[in-house]
Each structure stands twice: as structure tokens, then as C-alpha cells.
């Protein structure tokens, strides 16, 4: 089974922090997503990730960096935390279409809820 | 653009049918639909491809209508293990989903 898993449940940041969340997958997927839960609002794409120190800006990249150094691993940073990115934050992984030749589900994480005071 | 769910919100008793549906204002060339238990992560359900390939779960089923560019998900017989938040993805450019706002269903005994 795909495992994708993010280094912390429930994360408690003030503003001003710069903070950092991880991501890891098992899988040798080539995407990787990061995505900001609200309520009401659904699943919002912050960033995209295609390949090793290859990304893309979501929907909401406003205030949010991304790095991936490897395959396996997609880190989301907030360089200046605010109230207003509190937020659950998932990740997700697929294969990558091109390489599979099909349409393919993206797998989450248990997200990481972020509270910034 | 984000697509469109409803309901937004849908409470039933055990047995009951569901039906959730999922519009967009843009083509569809797949739609795919997730469930997301309370406190766990979103779980793939199922993936309707335009020209009606269709892979994914065993007790739910989906249609899904290019021209009147919508899907819906239905869920009879509705059973406990049922309940959870509901959510279609819509295809922008490659390799990405953008996801409708969420349909809550929740089944009562």
C-alpha cells in the first residue's frame, strides 16, 4: 500500500515563525501535491511537484514556498507564518500520467493541522 | 474553476440512497470522487473518464455527463461505514485536480 505520511499531526506556530512542514512518500511517485483544507472551501492546491526540483503554483501559492530534493520527499514553508494560514494542510501523491498512461488517484496524508497565534 | 457540489449537506438513515452531484462551467474530460472520514485522511473512491471508462468502487456508483458537463455519485443503500465528506476533482491541465467544496453525508442508525 501507499504510505504517505507528514511529519506532525498538530503543529502550534506564533506569527512571523517561519515554519516547515514535510512530506514523504513511499511509493516512487513522481507528483506530489500540498493542499490547504478550510471549511466550506474544499481542498485548495497550494503547489504542485512533477519531478525532483520541479514545481508548479496552485490555486492559493500566495505566502507558501515548496522545495523537493527527492523524489520522495515535498516540503511545504510558510517563511512568515500569519492567523490566516491556520489551516489543515494534506499532502498527496500519484503517479505521474505521463509515464502510466493513465488517470491516476492521488493518495493523501493524515495532514498536518496548523494553528499560528 | 472550482466545481460545484451538492448538497452541501445530507443526513440520512441507514438504508437510505444518496445521490451527490458535482457541475463544473468548464469541459470535463474526468471527473474523480474521494471520501474523507472524519479525522482521517481523503480516500480515493472512483474515476469517470470521458467516453464512460469507469474504475473504481464496488458499492458506489457514478455517472458522469460531458455535455451537461456534471457527475454525480450514488450511494444506495446507504450503510454507517457511508459517512463522511464527499468530494469530486475536476481535471486542470495535466496531472492536477482542482476539488469541489465538500458534501457532508452523515448516516444515523
Known amino acids: 500500500d501507499v504510505k504517505v505520511t507528514q511529519s506532525s499531526r498538530y503543529l502550534v506556530k506564533r506569527t512571523g515563525e517561519k515554519v516547515f512542514l514535510e512530506c514523504v512518500q513511499d511509493m516512487d511517485h513522481e507528483n506530489m501535491f500540498w493542499y490547504r483544507q478550510d471549511p466550506g472551501l474544499g481542498l485548495r492546491l497550494i503547489y504542485f511537484s512533477y519531478d525532483v526540483k520541479m514545481k508548479e503554483k496552485g490555486d492559493i501559492p500566495e505566502g507558501y514556498s515548496v522545495s523537493r530534493e527527492k523524489k520522495e520527499r515535498f516540503s511545504l514553508i510558510l517563511e512568515s507564518a500569519s492567523t490566516n494560514q491556520t489551516s489543515m494542510y494534506l499532502c498527496a501523491s500519484s503517479l505521474s500520467t505521463w509515464s502510466s498512461g493513465s488517470y491516476n488517484e492521488q493518495f493523501f496524508g493524515p495532514g498536518t493541522r496548523l494553528t499560528v497565534l | 474553476q472550482q466545481p460545484v457540489q451538492s448538497p452541501q449537506a445530507v443526513i440520512l438513515r441507514e438504508g437510505e440512497d444518496a445521490v451527490i452531484n458535482c457541475s463544473s462551467s468548464?469541459?470535463?474530460?474526468?471527473v474523480h470522487w474521494y471520501r474523507q472520514k472524519h479525522g482521517e485522511a481523503p480516500v480515493f473512491l472512483m474515476i469517470?473518464?470521458?467516453?464512460?471508462e469507469q474504475k473504481g468502487h464496488e458499492k458506489i456508483s457514478a455517472s458522469f455527463n460531458e455535455k451537461k458537463q456534471q457527475s454525480s455519485l450514488y450511494l444506495t443503500a446507504s450503510q454507517l461505514s457511508y459517512s463522511g465528506t464527499y468530494f469530486c476533482g475536476t481535471e486542470k491541465g495535466a496531472q492536477k485536480l482542482v476539488f469541489g467544496q465538500g458534501t457532508r453525508l452523515t448516516i444515523n442508525p
Open positions: 468548464k469541459a470535463l474530460y474526468s
Open positions: 469517470l473518464l470521458k467516453g464512460g
